[in-house]
């Protein structure tokens, strides 16, 4: 992905401490686990990996303390390709997630402490604008304070620059906010949580982006697990199968795997549906792996995967 134009995502680094267990304990009770697991998390911070390792020029903004979960963070990216416009803040403390993971099923139940990046403000957006302004496309999420957010959505879209808003975690949004983002990116929780619609379907994913588009975003992908995704414009309303690529292991970092994807494709002059395709890929092979950031693809294993073109 030489060509693409660069990426700036803001959002959050939390070092993911994931626990394996055949089920959740019960308050006040305690269980054995089946394994642990220390590595990097967090939305942003994923969502940047899988762009980096994707080939993409990605940076990413957040704040970090200055701690050992912190340098992991450093060298993840460094790993990844990705570059770091990380503020550094010594009174506060690097992110730190909770995973839980049922053995039998690889689903997941999260606890996030966010630390320094929740002290991510409007003036660090500011601090930061030339960056966002000089982006292709720009992502963020919902892990750092929203207010925040919308300042950098408001910058990269007064300069042109494409955004993409993944809703994540599912939280009520201000009006206002619509309106800046080219592309919503919500799963179908979140889907539900910005609209009050039940979402299980396709059929009701499509009736919930029709409403979000009426509220002013340019492009909703509804993204649906092991359905695939919708893409969802004026224009056009397109159901993208999921791409198998072998047995699922984890879906921990499936949807950071999709946007990532999703802003790579986009950077690189991908028009919309075959991007989405593209994401729904790279999310396909994150999930045959465990972990978050570990999980994520190299774009010869995305290719490989499309020229199959193997759908679930």
């Not at 994931?18 to 269980?31: C, L, N, V």
Request: aromatic residues 4%; proline residues 6%.
């Amino acid at each position: 992905m030489a060509s693409c134009k660069p990426i700036v995502i803001l959002g959050v680094f939390v070092a993911d401490t994931a626990y394996r267990a055949d089920r959740q304990p019960r308050m006040g009770e305690t269980i054995l686990g089946n394994s642990f697991k220390l590595g990097p998390g967090g939305k942003g911070s994923n969502q940047a990996v899988a762009a980096g390792k994707l080939g993409a020029d990605v940076t990413f903004l957040t704040r970090l303390g200055v701690d050992a979960f912190a340098e992991m963070a450093r060298r993840t990216w460094q790993d990844a390709g990705v570059k770091s416009a990380a503020i550094e803040t010594p009174d506060s403390y690097t992110g730190a997630a909770y995973i839980f993971v049922e053995e039998g099923s690889g689903n997941n139940a999260i606890i996030v402490s966010p630390g320094a990046a929740m002290l991510i403000s409007p003036g660090d957006i500011e601090t930061n604008a030339a960056l966002i302004r000089g982006a292709g496309v720009f992502v963020t999420q919902l892990e750092q304070p929203i207010e925040t957010a919308m300042r950098a959505l408001e910058i990269a879209r007064g300069a042109g620059v494409t955004t993409i808003l993944n809703p994540a975690p599912a939280a009520r949004l201000p009006d206002s906010i619509y309106t800046l983002c080219d592309y919503l990116t919500p799963n179908e929780t979140e889907a539900e949580e910005l609209t009050g619609m039940k979402v299980s379907s396709v059929d009701e994913a499509r009736a919930a982006a029709g409403m979000l588009l009426e509220k002013g975003v340019g492009t909703v992908i509804v993204t649906l697990g092991e359905k695939g995704a919708l893409l969802h414009s004026k224009d056009r309303s397109e159901h993208v199968p999921a791409m198998s690529a072998g047995p699922v292991v984890e879906t921990t970092g499936a949807g950071d795997a999709f946007n990532g994807g999703l802003a790579a494709a986009l950077a690189r002059g991908v028009e919309p549906l075959p991007a989405v395709r593209f994401a729904c890929a790279v999310a396909g092979i994150s999930v045959t792996r465990p972990g978050t950031a570990p999980s994520m693809p190299t774009l010869q294993e995305v290719e490989a995967l499309l020229a199959k073109g193997d759908e679930a």
